[in-house]
Nanobody
Framework: QVRVVESGGGLVQTGGSLRLSCGSS????????MAWFRQIPGKEREFVAG???????SYADSVKGRFTVSRLDAQNTASLQMESLKPEDTAVYYC?????????????????WGQGTQVTVSS
């Protein structure tokens, strides 16, 4: 069973920065894609950013230029650096690993989700 764990969420003011980390119990990140999603109550989970094991990345339009996804295969981790945060970025952020990747579109793995980490941006 692959275990996925996020960390790094918290409370930050508008314009601030946060860095989220994602780790997995197996070396699934090394040769697979991963992605970050977020969800607010009453809404569907939405794609935020993804990265293929080759290094190709993809971002939602709402975070382009502000968020950066990266991976450290040697440590079997990935991260999401979030800059210039806005109140509308407030959500629970989830990491998904091992999904499929096609032309920059990430299809999440059905099972390999983390438990989520809360990001709150105050105005």
């Amino acid at each position: 069973q692959v275990r996925v764990v996020e960390s790094g969420g918290g409370l930050v003011q508008t314009g601030g920065s946060l860095r989220l980390s994602c780790g997995s119990s197996a070396r699934i990140l090394t040769r697979n894609a991963m992605a970050w999603f977020r969800q607010i109550p009453g809404k569907e989970r939405e794609f935020v950013a993804g990265i293929h094991f080759t290094g190709s990345t993809s971002y939602a339009d709402s975070v382009k230029g502000r968020f950066t996804v990266s991976r450290l295969d040697a440590q079997n981790t990935a991260s999401l650096q979030m800059e210039s945060l806005k109140p509308e970025d407030t959500a629970v952020y989830y990491c998904n690993v091992g999904g499929s990747w096609s032309s920059g579109t990430y299809i999440p793995h059905r099972t390999f989700w983390g438990q989520g980490t809360q990001v709150t941006v105050s105005s």
